[in-house]
């Protein structure tokens, strides 16, 4: 089955760390793109972070450049999310989604994984 | 920044009729356009890519079109399962950017 899923949410205080971890699943992972897009409760939706297949070209949101760093493993068809000094505001559903080689659109996504930044 | 702006926030429509969801950028982004469909306590689907083109597995009742600009997601005739929010989503220029949704609800 064609699958992302996502792990590694929870609560932690604010200035804390987190890793947030993908593992993909029924397709060639080293051939996609893979991103992180986050949704605050209730609210819409925020893109977070991209990286290309080869780790080659990363982009980040100014909202979380400088404090998160996206990385993958095509060994272990996985991508991560390396969240330092949260903050308030990064209280959300982060999910993984793939992109083709080609453009930057979501064409699976993960089920969620729930951070709360939070004293 | 590209800022999408999808109006209406609510769309109150009956059951088989036909609805046209709108989404706005403040500047062109071609047609590197997106829509996707999110209900409650699910993850966002893919619908629509590069303005108008269906995804896979996704029915023929939803349509999107549109260039630079101006873009819709029409369907055609609502199903009772077609009642939840819709996103769009440019893919033009970094950042990426989402709208803040339309939800379509049953009158």
């Known amino acids: 089955e064609v699958q992302l899923v996502e792990s590694g949410g929870g609560l932690v205080k604010p200035g804390e760390s987190l890793r947030l971890s993908c593992a993909a699943s029924?397709?060639?992972?080293?051939?996609?793109?893979m991103n992180w897009v986050r949704q605050t409760p209730g609210k819409g939706l925020e893109w977070v972070s991209s990286?290309?297949?080869?780790?080659?070209?990363?982009q980040y949101a100014d909202s979380v450049s400088g404090r998160f760093t996206i990385s993958r493993d095509n060994a272990k068809n996985s991508v991560f999310l390396q969240m330092n000094s949260l903050r308030g505001e990064d209280t959300a559903v982060y999910y993984c989604?793939?992109?083709?080689?080609?453009?930057?659109?979501?064409?699976?996504w993960g089920r969620g994984t729930l951070v709360t930044v939070s004293s | 920044e590209i800022v999408m702006t999808q109006s209406p926030a609510t769309l109150s429509v009956s059951p088989g009729e036909r609805v046209t969801l709108s989404c706005r950028a403040s500047?062109?982004?071609?047609?590197?356009l997106a829509w996707y469909q999110q209900k409650p306590g699910q993850a966002p689907r893919l619908l629509i890519y590069?303005?108008?083109t269906r995804a896979t597995g996704i029915p023929a009742s939803f349509g999107g079109s549109g260039s630079g600009t101006e873009f819709t997601l029409t369907i055609s005739s609502l199903q009772s399962e077609d009642f939840t929010v819709y996103y769009c989503?440019?893919?033009?220029?970094?950042?990426?950017?989402f709208g803040g949704g339309t939800k379509v609800e049953i009158k």
């Open positions: 989604a793939r992109s083709d080689s080609t453009y930057w659109y979501f064409d699976l």
């Open positions: 029924g397709f060639i992972f080293s051939s996609y793109r």
């Open positions: 990286i290309t297949s080869s780790s080659n070209y990363v």
């Open positions: 500047q062109s982004v071609s047609s590197n």
């Open positions: 590069g303005a108008s």
């Open positions: 989503q440019q893919y033009n220029i970094w950042p990426l950017t």
